[in-house]
């Protein structure tokens, strides 16, 4: 299978501990995103990434967040001291192209995270 | 700053009936306006998609249409099936800056 993937698909944590989750785009996309999904919502948008360039942080929830795309591959979502507002599902997402048009995204099965 | 007003939901029909479901934006310039769809226990994927002023889009049944003027995208589908039960996503996506939108999603339900 050559679709997104994402690691883990469900992580339990208590509050106040870090979490990490990876997503592994499809290969040859130059383009990966974040988004956070709670129940009855739309994904809503945290961060973008045009190889390893972190093109658009601004709406990432808090200073407790970051992401990385070190290599240009695969691409790591922090979150420091994890709230119960936390808790929702964390989509990725990947799409091809390098400027103008910006094509269809392509979307992993998510991570849900519960935050006890 | 850019957003986009999509139908509420639920939304429950009998098989066979017409579907619209409303999504209308606002956005600098002129953007590519797509629907997603998310079916019970998957992913979010494409539906459809337009890229320019008046184009159509389609794909399983489902049209929308690119109105500039009023600024809208709504998706249409003449005869629904029970197997189109999903949640509805419209997305436009912007030409210039680098931040996305999606609608609240619209759930269907088609009963036998």
């Known amino acids: 299978d050559t679709g997104v993937s994402q690691n883990p698909r469900h992580k339990i944590t208590k509050r106040g501990q870090n979490v990490t989750f990876r997503c592994d785009p499809i290969?040859?996309?130059?383009?990966l995103y974040w988004y956070r999904q709670t129940l009855g919502q739309g994904p809503e948008f945290l961060t973008y990434?045009?190889?390893?360039?972190?093109?658009?942080k601004s709406r990432l929830l808090s200073d407790r967040f970051s992401a990385e795309r070190p290599k240009g591959s695969f691409s790591t979502l922090e979150i420091q001291r994890t709230e119960q507002g936390d808790s929702a599902m964390y989509l990725c997402?990947?799409?091809?192209?390098?400027?103008?048009?910006?094509?269809?995204?392509?979307f992993g099965p998510g991570t849900r995270l519960t935050v006890l | 700053g850019d957003s986009v007003t999509q139908m509420e939901g639920p939304v429950t029909l009998s098989e066979e009936a017409f579907l619209t479901i409303n999504c209308t934006y606002t956005?600098?310039?002129?953007?590519?306006l797509f629907w997603y769809v998310q079916y019970p226990g998957e992913g979010l994927q494409l539906l459809l998609k337009?890229?320019?002023?008046?184009d159509k889009g389609s794909n399983k049944g489902f049209e929308a249409t690119y109105r500039k003027e009023t600024t809208s995208f709504h998706l249409e589908k003449g005869s629904v099936q029970v197997s189109d039960s999903a949640v509805y996503f419209c997305?436009?996506?912007?030409?210039?800056?680098?931040?996305?939108?999606f609608g609240t999603g619209t759930s269907l339900t088609v009963i036998p």
């Open positions: 997402a990947s799409s091809p192209g390098t400027s103008g048009f910006y094509n269809e995204q392509f």
């Open positions: 290969s040859e996309h130059n383009r």
């Open positions: 990434f045009q190889n390893e360039a972190q093109l658009e």
């Open positions: 956005a600098t310039g002129y953007p590519s």
């Open positions: 337009a890229t320019k002023a008046d």
């Open positions: 997305a436009p996506n912007p030409l210039t800056g680098n931040q996305f939108y």
